[in-house]
């Protein structure tokens, strides 16, 4: 069985701060427009009757990751090691294959660079036995770096519109089931667009 690395998001404790977000644009000097990792929030009006949450999702690294099925530059590469979907900026030749190919919007072509960007999960910190920047910047631990098992695609997200990318991202959700529901629904819909 392979290793695959992914994050685990506690949707019960992320209080939509950004702080991972501001985390990650700072240590990888992030052009002003382009994120690799977004919060989302689910009742953004504030709708009484509803509740709000708050989540967080970057690259999912799927364990078939259609962006490298895209890419005619060769600028995508998953690590054996640890399932990592890399993409090597200086391979791109900023066709914008990829951003079409992956169904979470997750590849974002940079004007500047004239080049596409995405979430390493801050590989190079894993290589030395740190965890990603976002899961350390932090403040209530709703970020986690979680090795999934292989075989064990198809509870990771209820819901989760997943299809045959299995993404390596796993949710944290509440016990109530209405509440459950609603944040799936949201999350599918963004998924979607």
Not at 112 to 127: A, H, M, P, S
Not at 136 to 143: E, H, N
Not at 179 to 189: F, P, R
Request: hydrophobic letters at 30%; charged letters at 25%.
């Amino acid at each position: 069985m392979k290793k695959q690395l992914g994050f685990l998001v506690d949707v019960n404790r992320c209080v939509g701060c950004n702080t991972c977000e501001i985390a990650c644009k700072q240590e990888y000097n992030i052009s002003p427009g382009i994120k690799w990792r977004r919060t989302y929030t689910v009742n953004p009006e504030g709708h009484p009757e509803f509740p709000t949450y708050y989540f967080s999702l970057a690259c999912n690294h799927c364990n078939n990751p259609l962006c490298s099925k895209g890419c005619p530059a060769g600028a995508y590469t998953k690590r054996e090691k640890d399932g990592i979907v890399i993409h090597n900026q200086d391979k791109c030749i900023g066709c914008r294959y990829c951003t079409w190919n992956c169904f979470y919007g997750t590849p974002q072509f940079n004007k500047e660079k004239g080049r596409v960007e995405k979430c390493n999960l801050c590989y190079e910190r894993i290589d030395k036995g740190l965890e990603p920047v976002c899961v350390i910047a932090c403040p209530v631990q709703a970020l986690k770096l979680i090795e999934i098992e292989s075989n064990k695609y198809d509870d990771i997200i209820p819901g989760f519109r997943r299809l045959n990318f299995r993404p390596s991202v796993k949710f944290i959700l509440p016990e109530n089931k209405t509440e459950k529901e609603i944040i799936l629904n949201y999350v599918n819909k963004i998924k979607s667009k």
